[in-house]
């Protein structure tokens, strides 16, 4: 069974950090790029981050300069590593991984985590 598991959300004060981490497992292979997303009470679902097979970054112009996402290939997982968090960063964070081979494309969402950053 395909999975892609995300963790590492909670509860922060404003200027505080949290990793979120995002595996996938099972018969996800040729992974491509992985990005991560939010969705924020009455909005809709924004891409935050993106990173490439070969590392390349993309990010959202509203968290350039304190999020970062990096991959492991190894072991299949995506992280995005934020730091100075501001309450509008409040949002469930879903991450998605996108495969692509000779015979096939697909995209897998996780679940979702919340991440809640206090005034």
């Known amino acids: 069974q395909e999975q892609v598991i995300e963790s590492g959300g909670g509860l922060v004060q404003t200027g505080g950090s949290l990793r979120l981490s995002c595996a996938a497992s099972?018969?996800?292979?040729?992974?491509?790029?992985m990005d991560w997303y939010r969705q924020a009470p009455g909005e809709q679902r924004e891409l935050v981050a993106s990173?490439?097979?070969?590392?390349?970054?993309r990010y959202a112009d509203s968290v350039k300069g304190r999020f970062t996402i990096s991959r492991d290939n190894a072991k299949n997982t995506v992280y995005l590593q934020m730091t100075s968090l501001k309450p509008e960063d409040t949002a469930v964070y879903y991450c998605?991984?996108?495969?692509?081979?000779?015979?096939?494309?697909?995209?897998?969402w996780g679940q979702g985590t919340q991440v809640t950053v206090s005034s």
């Open positions: 099972g018969m996800i292979d040729d992974i491509n790029t």
């Open positions: 998605r991984v996108n495969t692509q081979s000779i015979y096939r494309s697909d995209s897998y």
């Open positions: 990173i490439g097979s070969s590392g390349t970054t």
